[in-house]
């Protein structure tokens, strides 16, 4: 049924397109090429701080690590502020490794074998593929993190370094095809402060079915490599 | 139940009746007025904040309908584009000429698969072909997860508006609703009305083997189908369950990844006023081999249902371009008074009056475009730039054309047009109506004592009073004086 379908659809398309329609006035006006928003200086520093102010005035949180020992420390106190026994997801796998040792109630996310309610996990950390600074925003694809990890726990723990900031997202789209040039992941999600609603009333509630939390926790570039 | 700007229970047949009586009702709904003004004037203050950030909006308009057109004129190149590339990434891709081909396409898959319940996450494609209907008759059972449609669900509701689909409800409605649905504690604080949604839906997620989910874009370059969300049920659509399906209308199609860079900011601001929404996902298939999860299998429906015919008028083709924002039902005052439910279509609001008669016929619809001021605020505010107001004065035309107006509609034409080519016609009319309008008053007939069809314009109006003496006559006297 289907290939007859195809043929059928793609046929009457092609029918429908041989009129052809009028050209609109607007297209011949002149476009200005260019950015579409004002972008912060392609520097390091300047990402970092817009990243900062544009996350937080969404309701996520940042803190930026001097060194991987202040990370271990940071993380500890993360941790122990979470409820009793409660577990952390972790869906980095062995690149996190360095990070994560030591701290017990990390369980890594692996639906199939393992007997932990991953479900009622406390949080979930993940990596990233880039930072957007112009909009707060933090790019994860499923071939670095999978899907679960970044979207089911209720704290999403963003672990990101300093070179993953990018000015635009029109720079993090680039890069992930710049970075998987044969078959990009089979998801990719750009994520914009906690998950949230205004289906109420337009009244402003977080963590609607995503994550109620989402803390990004910056590195030294290349501390994770 | 309580609730305002409802469709009324009573089934008026044909649908421009319906439209008549359920406008009638929904416009003279004071609580209703309200509802809608608070939550459209909190869009407007973001609206314009969000269209801010834009170095030149007009500009980014211009952009983005440059590229659709792009996408529209040459769709069969990009769909054949997109298919290729799912294939590579290890989807399968349907092709649904109806909404019944495309419900047996989605029963079949899931029919296949054992499914006993589905999470689906908000698609208007759904809504149009009625989805979750087919999927009770089937003993599947359809689970909404967005909120909104979760409320609509419990309800029994159809979406008030294909954005925000429970606009027009109260806190005091929802809370009555999941007292009367859920038998919980009753609340009328939002927040904890979503968290008892997100605590019932949870189970559905983990435990679902199918996600069903629509798509804002289909992505020709890279063949993966890019989904807009805030709450994150579509992200858990497509994360948990073992199959996920989408099904997406033809004209959807983006050319290259790159232009996302536009339209997530783009419908993010005409949307819902936000700069970008926070969810905007690319998926483009099942799990690939390294991958720690993510669904088994991935399809994608791509279905005509009477698109086609949209593109086969060339004057209207454009109407293809829509990326369903919303904003200009948002701006429309024929929305705004009426409300969304009276439309009585899938598509509300502007756009809906312009597609409608499209996928479903003029002759039944046409009297959508005929419920319009022609403002143009809705062609104004398009972010791809669709000619909206002047498509509704071309199927008012078309309709005309084809003999589907009324008699009534062409008497008074005919009579309007004898009155205008003549002199004496003219002088002759405006003498009666100044006579006439004597007795009018004299005998309370503009208290609505006039006879149908006449009263559908005398009910809600008063007549203006005809000058004593006319324009020609003063000239007359006066003019040669200037
Ligand atoms: S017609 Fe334009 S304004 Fe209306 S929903 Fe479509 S894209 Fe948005």
Known sequence: MSDA??????????????APSEKPAWLGHPETPGPFFSLPEPTISACRDRFREELTSLFGEFHEA???????????????????????????????????????????????????????????????????????????????????????????????????????????????????????????????????????????????????????????????? | MSGTGHASLTIIEPPAEQFQHDAHDVAGDLTHRRVLRKALGSYDAAFKKAKGRFLDHDDAKRRAARIKRDAVEHLSDYLEEFERNVHRNGGQVHWAQTADEATQIILSIAKNAGVTHVVKSKSMATEEIHLNDSFEKAGIEPIETDLGEYICQLRGEPPYHFVTPVMHLTKRDIADTFEEKLHIERTEVAEELTMIAREKLRDAFTTSLMGVTGGNFLVADVGMIA?????????LCFSLPDIHVALVGIEKVLPRMADLALFWPLLATSGTGQHLTCYNSLIGGPRQGAETDGPREFHVILMDNGRTRLLADPEQRDAAQCIRCGACLNVCPIFKNVGGHTYGTTYQGPIGAVITPHLRGLKEWKHLPYASSLCGNCTEVCPVKIDIHHHLLHHRRNAVAQGLNTWTERLSFQMWRLGMKSVLAYRLVGAMSRI?????????????????????????????EIASQSFRDWWRKEGSSL
Request: proline share 8%; glycine share 8%; hydrophobic share 40%.
């Open chain 1, 66 to 225: 001097k060194s991987m020992a202040d990370a271990r420390t940071w993380l500890a106190t993360f941790s122990q502020s979470l409820p009793p026994s409660s577990k952390i997801l972790s869906a980095g796998g062995a690149s996190l490794d360095p990070l994560l040792t030591g701290l017990e109630n990390i369980v890594p996310i692996n639906p199939a074998g393992s007997s932990v309610d991953w479900a009622k996990a406390a949080a979930g950390i993940t990596l990233c593929e880039s930072l957007v600074a112009e909009s707060g925003t933090i790019a994860v694809s499923a071939a670095q993190t999978g899907r679960a990890g970044s979207i089911l726990p209720p704290i999403h723990l963003v672990v990101a370094t300093a070179d993953q900031l990018v000015p635009d997202l029109d720079t993090s789209l680039a890069r992930l095809r710049e970075r998987y040039p044969d078959a990009l992941p089979s998801t990719m999600s750009w994520i914009t402060g906690p998950s949230r609603t205004g289906d109420i009333e337009k009244i402003l509630v977080l963590g609607a079915h995503g994550p109620k939390r989402l803390l990004v926790l910056l590195l030294p570039a290349g501390s994770l490599d």
């Open chain 1, 5 to 18: 379908s195809r043929e059928a659809i793609l046929n009457c398309v092609r029918r429908a397109l041989s």
């Open chain 2, 436 to 464: 006439g309008q004597f007795f009018y008053r004299l005998f309370w007939l503009d208290q609505g004592w006039l006879p149908t069809p006449i009263d559908g314009w005398t009910k809600s109006r008063d007549l203006p």
């Open chain 2, 227 to 235: 989904i807009t969300e805030n709450e994150g049920n579509a992200r």
